[in-house]
DNA sequence: TGATCATATTTGTATATACAAATAAATATC
DNA sequence: GATATTTATTTGTATATACAAATATGATCA
């Protein structure tokens, strides 16, 4: 169970980095740019709990798409907003193709049905395992 | 999917973590040295194929139980044995034990039988996508 | 038999992520 | 209203793993 785990997400994150690569964003990257343009203003803790990544994770991430003016962040008191900059929404469309073709190969490997069903699976004891 | 197995990884990886904390190694290096214990002289090749990791990953786990005194390399010409020391089979007995506490631990949150199709599913896939 | 090709392993370096501590702001308590 | 507690975020550092290049040995073939 271990190993299968692990070998089954590196698997997935080689396939993913391949999908993302015309954009030159790695799928963390790419995944929370699309977050911040779908919800703007979204904050670190919420980009944490969708992408369930750790808020120093979040952090790191956002810093480098922020070197990279694909996103802004405003601090008000504690709280912190990141809002997708013009540069950022404009990928917006590719981040989605991308997303749909990295959806399309792995389903044309292990059929539209049995994908589901294990995203599904996987999700629901990741919810499970969160005690 | 992306995050879902990921996260599902992570999350296997730190019960495991801690499953295996009494013998002071991480899950790999454990499941490492029970293989070594069970084929005594398997090689890097070997090991790498059992564990999904790749060579270079092997060595690196191999170097650090040798550092520990749980293991010996012998080189012979372009291959190399790995085997046992004494005080890597001493441990053997509570490798085996952890790992036995790890599986009833994420057998006992999701179904024995549930935890084994998830494990065959993964599996699987994973052969899949290995073209 | 010597040149080339293939295989096994190791080394240098990079990536993704996390934990724990630090910081800073907001809220509660007295 | 001052102090303590909680919450949000960032920073320093560590871990697990991989890729690509280097090395070294063995095999093939002309």
Same mark, same amino acid.
Request: include cysteine.
């Given at each position: ?5 692990n070998?089954?997400?590196? !698997? ?6 391949? #999908?993302? !690569?015309? =954009? *030159?964003? $790695?799928?963390s ?7 911040v343009? &779908?919800?703007?203003?979204?904050? +670190?803790?919420?980009? #944490?709990e969708?992408?369930?990544l =750790?808020?120093? =994770?979040?952090?790191?991430?956002? &810093?480098?798409?922020? !070197? /990279? /003016?694909?996103?802004?962040? =405003? ?7 990141v809002?997708? #900059?013009?540069?950022g !929404?404009?990928?917006y +469309? ?5 997303? /749909? ?6 389903? $044309?490997?292990?059929g539209?049905?049995? $994908?589901?069903?294990?995203a599904?699976?996987?999700t629901?004891?990741v *919810?499970?395992? *969160?005690?």
């Open positions: 169970m271990y190993f299968a785990s070998a089954l997400a590196r !698997k997935l994150e080689k396939l993913a980095i391949e #999908s993302w !690569k015309c =954009t *030159d964003l $790695s799928p990257h790419a995944y929370l740019l699309m977050l343009v &779908e919800i703007p203003g979204i904050q +670190p803790t919420g980009l #944490s969708h992408l369930r =750790t808020p120093s =994770t979040i952090t790191r991430l956002v &810093e480098k798409l922020e !070197k /990279k /003016k694909l996103l802004v962040r =405003t601090t008000e008191g504690k709280l912190t907003n809002y997708p #900059s013009p540069k !929404k404009e990928l +469309p590719s981040l989605v193709q991308c997303a /749909k073709e990295f959806q399309a190969l792995y389903a $044309s490997i292990l539209k049905e049995e $994908s589901n069903r294990l599904r699976n996987m629901r004891i *919810d499970k395992l *969160d005690v």
